[in-house]
């Protein structure tokens, strides 16, 4: 089995996503005889690059060309395919990120690849080709079959384990000859939250709903959120009202996100919201009413009034960050 | 300017997910279908786009003749036309496979999606119908403006947003904040009834991938409630006992 990865970077450093993903694709090749080749593209140092070995990967690959340094879903999933028909592969690899979801159905379509995205479980081989996916916004999962010799697989970051597996992977540059003719947009301004974790790839995730009362009182959830190293997240309403930015908006309608720790402050829980966020591994609930739907889905809850709770759990929380540190 | 839609027939959001046939079926029972809600942001933004300038919106669903009564309501909330591909939508590179089959001849000017069903969260038409048609496709786009044949858009990107610029012809994917859905009128749902609403037979491709069964998540085991006096208890439990932080 010949297995691609695309190693996908953010201003030259590799993401956690693409370590998940290395990690994942080494551990289907150690079990199928096989071995992956991670393919980077953009610019990034050979240091960096080196570092994809410590994660699996036996051979690393990188298209570094002029066109390839800013982000196009044409120019990029060129490249991608271009490595999968020279080295012969029959499954790649790709991080269901933004920029995941562009390049992978263009691949999977000059491949004529079967995909799969939303993948969350290793290929089952036994009989075919499984995987498992979440669907419903993680309100249920679907096992699909895949029946094409060559496909497509989108994994759920924060899904799989980033493993140390080093190898003395060999570095190769590339060029697909794809030129400037194959890029159709151009980039004008890219603006990114910077200094804050980012929501989708957060394992701790704060979030508020209506039960705050309004954005004068977000200082104490973006607080609790600094100290822990959090990313913050809001209900559907708050971002309606504009209260937050759209972009925290999580729930059915909104981003889809799976961390290992979601606090929902002053959220009631209905089922579009949960939709969103069930997959999270450990629910707490913060809300004065018991009733609310949110504690049948939590793990932990707090039933009182979020304005008295916060605080203490603030100071509990920095207390333990200095005892830790 | 002419626009293609593509538009999925999608469960309520409200919907309580079960399965039927020995969990190798979704449960329609009682279950009210709804157009795609980023499919309606898209279809709006369409009908703003078409009324600046001239032009037309045309809807493509590709589904059974159970999904005509959203497909009316498309029409109902403003677009000129509809064209349903009689087929069972199996996975996202069949559906992207009937709609580039019927697009390749319409000379579309620009084709928007919803940047995933809400039932199967793909997110994959967009992409797939790029590169089958040979346009660039932009995801999760948040605004759109056309100029002159030059589209300036803005796109969530990982931890951010970014500007673009694309000439036609592309593919985009509505995200949320890309405009307000429109809801149908009194005179809008009379037009409909009068509106084209083509039904064609998809194309002989066949699916790559099948989904043999689906499954619910385990229910939560009872939640641990913490007395709000001993509130900051949660952090050493969430270390020690859940070993999340
Ligand atoms: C088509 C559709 C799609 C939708 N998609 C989404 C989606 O993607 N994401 C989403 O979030 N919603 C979505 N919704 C909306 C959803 O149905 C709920 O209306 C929404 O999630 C409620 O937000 P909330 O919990 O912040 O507000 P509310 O329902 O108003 O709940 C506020 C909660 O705060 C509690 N509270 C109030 N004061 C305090 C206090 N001082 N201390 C502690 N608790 C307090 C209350 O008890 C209450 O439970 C969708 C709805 C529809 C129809």
Redesign the interface.
């Known amino acids: 089995m010949k297995i691609i990865v695309f190693a996908e970077n953010q201003d030259g450093n590799f993401k956690k996503s693409t370590f998940e993903a290395i990690s994942y694709a080494a551990q289907i090749a150690a079990n199928n005889n096989g071995n992956v080749t991670a393919v980077s593209i953009g610019n990034v140092s050979a240091e960096k690059l080196a570092e994809l070995g410590k994660y699996g990967a036996d051979h690393i690959v990188s298209y570094a060309q002029e066109v390839f340094h800013s982000f196009s879903g044409e120019a990029y999933s060129k490249a991608i395919s271009h490595a999968a028909k020279s080295l012969n592969a029959n499954l790649i690899i790709v991080s269901n990120t933004y920029s995941g979801k562009t390049i992978a159905p263009r691949t999977a379509a000059q491949l004529s690849a079967g995909i799969v995205s939303g993948v969350i479980s290793f290929p089952d081989m036994q009989n075919g080709f499984k995987v498992r996916r979440t669907v419903f916004s993680g309100k249920a999962y679907a096992d699909v079959n895949v029946n094409t010799s060559i496909k497509v697989l989108a994994i759920t970051p924060n899904s799989f384990a980033i493993l140390d597996q080093p190898k003395t992977a060999a570095i190769e540059i590339m060029d697909a000859g794809i030129g400037s003719e194959n890029v159709h947009t151009k980039s004008t301004e890219i603006a990114r939250t910077s200094g804050k974790v980012v929501l989708t790839e957060a394992e701790l995730v704060i979030s508020a709903g209506r039960g705050m009362k309004g954005p004068e009182n977000w200082h104490m959830i973006e607080n609790l959120a600094d100290i822990l190293g959090a990313a913050t997240a809001c209900s559907k309403p708050v971002s309606d009202m504009h209260w937050r930015p759209h972009s925290e908006h999580v729930g059915q309608t909104g981003i889809t996100i799976k961390p290992n720790l979601y606090i929902a402050i002053g959220i009631s829980g209905a089922i579009q919201h949960l939709a969103g966020v069930s997959s999270s591994k450990v629910i707490v609930a913060i809300n004065k009413d018991p009733e609310a739907p949110f504690f049948k889905a939590a793990d932990y809850g707090i039933v009182g009034d979020a304005f008295e709770i916060l605080p203490l759990i603030t100071e509990a929380a920095k207390a333990f960050k200095s005892q830790q540190a | 300017m002419k626009i293609l839609v593509c538009m999925s027939n999608v469960?309520d959001?409200?919907?309580?997910?079960t399965?039927a046939e020995n969990n190798t079926k979704f449960n329609t029972q009682g279950v009210q279908f709804i157009i795609n809600?980023?499919d309606e942001l898209a279809l709006t933004r369409a009908l703003e786009i078409t009324e600046k300038q001239t032009g037309t919106v045309t809807v493509v669903n590709v589904g059974l003749a159970d999904t005509e009564p959203n497909v009316r309501k498309a029409l109902a909330i403003g677009a000129h036309e509809a064209v349903r591909i009689n087929a069972e939508p199996l996975?996202?590179?069949f559906v992207?496979e009937q709609i580039a089959h019927y697009a390749k001849g319409e000379n579309f000017d620009v084709i928007l999606t919803g940047r995933e069903s809400?039932?199967?969260?793909?997110?994959?038409?967009?992409?797939?119908l790029?590169?089958?048609l040979n346009?660039?496709?932009?995801?999760?786009i948040?605004a759109i403006e056309i100029e002159n044949g030059i589209a300036h858009l803005e796109?969530?990107?990982?931890?951010?947003?970014?500007?673009?610029?694309?000439?036609i012809p592309?593919v985009a994917s509505a995200q949320?904040?890309l405009t307000e859905p429109r809801i149908p009128n009194m005179r809008g749902i009379m037009a409909a009834r009068t509106k084209p609403l083509k039904v064609l037979e998809p194309t002989g491709s066949q699916a790559?991938?099948?989904?043999?069964?689906?499954?619910?998540?385990a229910p939560?085991?009872a939640?641990?409630?913490?007395?709000?006096a001993d509130?900051?208890?949660?952090?050493?439990?969430?270390?020690t006992e859940?070993k999340?932080?």
């Open positions: 469960p959001t409200t919907t309580k997910v399965f809600p980023y996975d996202a590179y992207a809400i039932d199967y969260n793909g997110g994959m038409v967009a992409g797939l790029g590169e089958m346009m660039p496709s932009i995801n999760v948040t796109r969530d990107i990982d931890g951010g947003r970014e500007k673009l610029d694309c000439p592309f949320k904040e790559n991938t099948l989904t043999t069964s689906f499954e619910l998540p939560k085991g939640c641990k409630l913490i007395d709000v509130a900051g208890k949660l952090i050493e439990l969430l270390h859940a999340v932080i």
